[in-house]
């Protein structure tokens, strides 16, 4: 059976074609305009396969309530064009085909859980940390989903007390998001983080909100393992600083893996997202 | 069919035996001791009745990981002499019946939702705030479980500015517990809550740090409803207080339904905890 997968990010779309068992025939990507023309070139490249389900792993926030009115419509977004748009809604008139649709962070992590670094735990967390924070919780196979789905980025949490930076979150200003995304590092510093590799306190400030995250996601999920992505992950020594951080605020309380095996790097570079959204079809 | 509940908390025990719709026959109580007498008080009152399985809600940290060597062992309390006691182990070499263990406060979700605020909501999250902070969270009639049970009242929130207190969480100093648990309010002001009823910077600080958790653990489990409950939340402004806060604090983030119905009182005054106790045995 081949089946399609769309991994919808606030930057680009990822459209790909596969079978099942995750390997890919045929996979484009391209940048997220507008609805109508983003989905223009979606639809010129499934026009080109027959395939028999369709996933797809959106940006959000979505409506994932089954029994809402908005089911599959995208909601508050500061993407203005793509407020409130019925994404769902729309693929299902252009194909006659089951369309399965989750988060894009959802997705990401079910491809990590199914292939990647969470394959041989019973649960996993995914979290992304780019131009937002996201992230996405697998249990025994499933998504966790609660009455809608989860927004964890937006947590809040304590700021680091050499951390004047008011927030760039344009709903909680220092919630997590506000204070440790890509976005921020660059409001604090005047530049992107990949330019400030050498500057020790950014990285230190990085991982003490991220450490105190996975402390807080731990507590309330207790996952068998978290693997960290993104773009700011790119900063490899981050992992070994989080970690330390991480042991050093749990303070023994818990009986976990040794923080190298419980925090650890995507084992699918950035193929989780599409991977992931093709594997909402099972 | 006779079933038999404990609600063993760290201040009392409770021992109930009843039906399985959650009418109790008889119930008792007494103050938590040391391990052996405690269970020669509970053993007591279950030799006088014939109950064919029994369930416990027990104050923790406790091992729920069934492929556990220590599985119903009492970890990391303060309370030494219960350290490492296999409180399980204990109860089942007593009786020859089949025995259900979880913690207290999951017990006590538990309860809420099956006869209580959550009775008609597809899931719920309990939060007691007393002598410490626990969470519980029951989701389509399922006790949530991670890796091991959750330690909600350990997640990092961020300080009140006015609040100077270093927190009295053994682990962690100012972790939620640490500041927002019934002992952290006496040894801020050198009283009881129930004595600073008339203190209102008392209860603003309190509301602070319930409402972010409370934002926090929706933005992680995005649950359909919030009960609170807890010594602490006899203070019956609280609730208004906690909803004001986290309304403003979400800042329309969400769709989710007004605090008033999101935020709300349990429903079964002391008895959830041995009630679902009681229900652990389904």
């Not at 919630?175 to 604090?188: D, K, M, N, Q, V």
């Not at 599409?274 to 594997?279: D, F, K, Q, T």
Request: with cysteine.
């Amino acid at each position: 059976m081949l089946i399609g997968g769309i991994e919808g990010g606030g930057t680009k779309f990822v459209c790909a074609v596969g079978d099942e068992s995750g390997n890919v025939l045929e996979k484009i990507s391209f940048p997220t305009r507008d609805p109508e023309e983003t989905l223009k070139d979606t639809k010129a490249f499934f026009d080109r396969h027959s395939i028999e389900a369709l996933g797809i792993g959106s940006f959000g926030p979505v409506d994932l309530d089954k029994d809402s009115a908005s089911y599959g419509t995208i909601l508050n977004t500061p993407k203005t064009r793509w407020k409130n748009y019925p994404l769902l809604d729309k693929l299902e008139s252009d194909y006659q085909i089951p369309i399965f649709m989750d988060t894009d962070v959802n997705a990401a992590c079910l491809g990590e859980y199914m292939y990647g670094a969470g394959k041989d735990y019973e649960s996993c967390l995914y979290i992304t940390v780019g131009t937002g924070i996201g992230a996405g919780f697998v249990q025994s196979g499933k998504i966790y989903q609660g009455r809608n789905h989860t927004e964890m980025g937006h947590i809040f949490v304590r700021q680091h007390p050499e951390d004047l930076f008011l927030g760039n979150c344009p709903y909680h200003g220092t919630c997590l998001e506000g204070l440790a995304a890509g976005p921020s590092i660059e409001a604090r510093y005047g530049k992107k983080g990949s330019l400030l590799s050498n500057n020790d306190k950014v990285w230190e400030i990085q991982a003490y909100y991220l450490a105190q995250a996975l402390i807080n996601y731990t507590m309330i999920l207790s996952p068998d393992r978290i693997i960290l992505g993104g773009g700011v992950m790119k900063q490899k020594r981050l992992y070994r600083m989080i970690r330390e951080r991480f042991t050093e605020m749990l303070n023994g309380y818990l009986q976990i893996p040794d923080a190298s095996e419980f925090i650890v790097t995507p084992e699918l570079e950035d193929e989780q997202g599409i991977l992931g959204a093709m594997a909402l079809c099972k």
